[in-house]
């Protein structure tokens, strides 16, 4: 990777970095065709899709039993692995406790005024698979909800002639009530508008490809959805302190998932940012998805930047808002202080993103393409809504009637003052 200086990055360089793409617009037009037929036609379009890019001929689309079963396996076979998703599970669980918020009531001069939070009833959760294993997906998609209290949770994963069963031990793991074999377009389809199989939920949540992003920006508006993501990022910010090898094994690991990903390391300190490019270069070849890795490397939203000081460094991380910031400085708290547009942060030189996309506890599902500028990640919050509590005893209403009454008048709505003076009469 070759260094660039920040104040030296084109009109089109800046551009490249500051506005990724999730590549959504390219396909948008072949997803809303799969979206109408799932919800035309139910089960039989499920079932030609998975055929048609699976390569998967699909008996029972609901696969709640056999999630079952390969959790009841690996249990009986005391398998690592089995240990391992609990011990993420609790992790991600006991944080997410935490962000539940209480209902609260208030007096406010015999204004007795409040807050109270409900679940929604039902949610969707998408978790990537098939064949491939993703069980850390399923943990931080539907462990939220069910801390939550949503009523209903259903999962849907794509697709395999052999399912990956620590995925399913995963999703059984984390509580989920259904879970469906349907994956791409198609299944966010089924989620949001239900088939004869598929309950229909109020909320569609979790990862995927552009396909499924896609797809949840078409279905936005007939469901909630989280938000949408593109491609992994990672952004690190780092001061002369920092070991140029931590540093690039961070870029090295958000780059093996996906050519689109972005991974830009910067810094102040123009040893530090020479030493990171040679090793991100020495340690590509080491890496089972190289070629992967090389593609996020050299795409144009990646890169090694050496800024003029931590103050101009501090200001890029801010408007790249990145997904997973990580700070390797020797004040790291005080860099933090100064930065508000991040996904989740990662401090300190033994906090690799890593930890957190496994075990650590807080939730990787999180804003990409500087959505953390708007934003938060997935959360108990994404599951609850919030109503407001008033009671006004006479005295109360007296001592704001006037108030209500003048400007009830003066938008017109001569009713609405009546209904206060009539309690007066």
Do not use: C
């Not at 660039?4 to 490249?16: F, G, N, T």
């Not at 259904?178 to 989620?191: P, R």
């Amino acid at each position: 990777m070759n260094v660039r200086a920040v104040a030296d990055l084109s009109p089109a360089e800046r551009r490249a970095l500051f506005e990724r793409d999730a590549g959504i617009e390219a396909v948008r037009g072949d997803v809303e065709g799969i979206v109408d037929r799932v919800r035309e036609e139910g089960d039989v379009a499920v079932r030609e899709f998975a055929e048609e890019f699976d390569g998967v001929t699909v008996g029972n689309l609901d696969i709640t039993d056999e999630a079952a079963r390969a959790h009841a396996e690996l249990e009986d076979a005391d398998d690592p692995v089995l240990e391992a998703v609990r011990e993420a599970a609790d992790n991600v669980r006991a944080f997410h406790e935490r962000q539940r918020p209480a209902d609260w009531r208030e007096s406010f001069e015999g204004r007795e005024l409040g807050r109270r939070f409900r679940p929604i009833d039902r949610a969707g959760v998408y978790v990537p698979g098939g064949a491939a294993a993703y069980p850390s997906s399923a943990l931080m998609g539907v462990i939220p909800a069910v801390v939550a209290g949503v009523d209903h949770v259903s999962v849907a994963t794509p697709p395999a002639d052999d399912p990956n069963p620590v995925t399913l031990a995963a999703i059984h793991e984390a509580g989920a009530d259904a879970v469906y074999q349907v994956g791409g377009a198609q299944a966010i389809a089924a989620l949001a508008y239900g088939t004869e199989t598929v309950t229909t939920v109020e909320k569609v949540v979790g990862p995927g490809n552009k396909w499924v992003t896609a797809a949840k920006a078409i279905v936005q508006g007939d469901v909630e959805i989280d938000f949408l993501a593109g491609p992994s990022e990672v952004l690190v910010l780092a001061d002369g302190t920092a070991d140029p090898e931590y540093v690039a094994v961070e870029l090295l690991a958000q780059a093996e998932h996906d050519p689109n990903a972005s991974v830009v390391a910067v810094t102040d300190d123009a040893d530090l940012a020479a030493a990171v490019a040679d090793a991100v270069e020495a340690g590509v070849e080491d890496r089972e998805r190289a070629e992967t890795v090389r593609a996020a490397l050299e795409n144009d939203a990646s890169g090694v930047l050496h800024a003029r000081s931590m103050s101009e460094a501090v200001l890029f991380a801010e408007e790249y808002a990145a997904e997973h910031l990580s700070i390797m400085a020797d004040d790291d708290e005080a860099l933090l202080d100064r930065i508000s547009n991040a996904g989740s942060v990662f401090l300190g030189p033994y906090s690799p993103v890593a930890a957190g996309d496994y075990a650590a506890g807080p939730n990787h599902v999180l804003p990409t393409n500087g959505g953390a500028k708007r934003y938060g990640g997935l959360s108990v919050d994404t599951f609850l809504r919030s109503s407001t509590v008033q009671r006004l005893d006479r005295d109360a209403l007296s001592e704001i009637s006037e108030t209500v009454t003048t400007l009830a008048e003066a938008e017109g709505l001569e009713a609405h003052a009546e209904s206060v003076r009539k309690r007066f009469e």
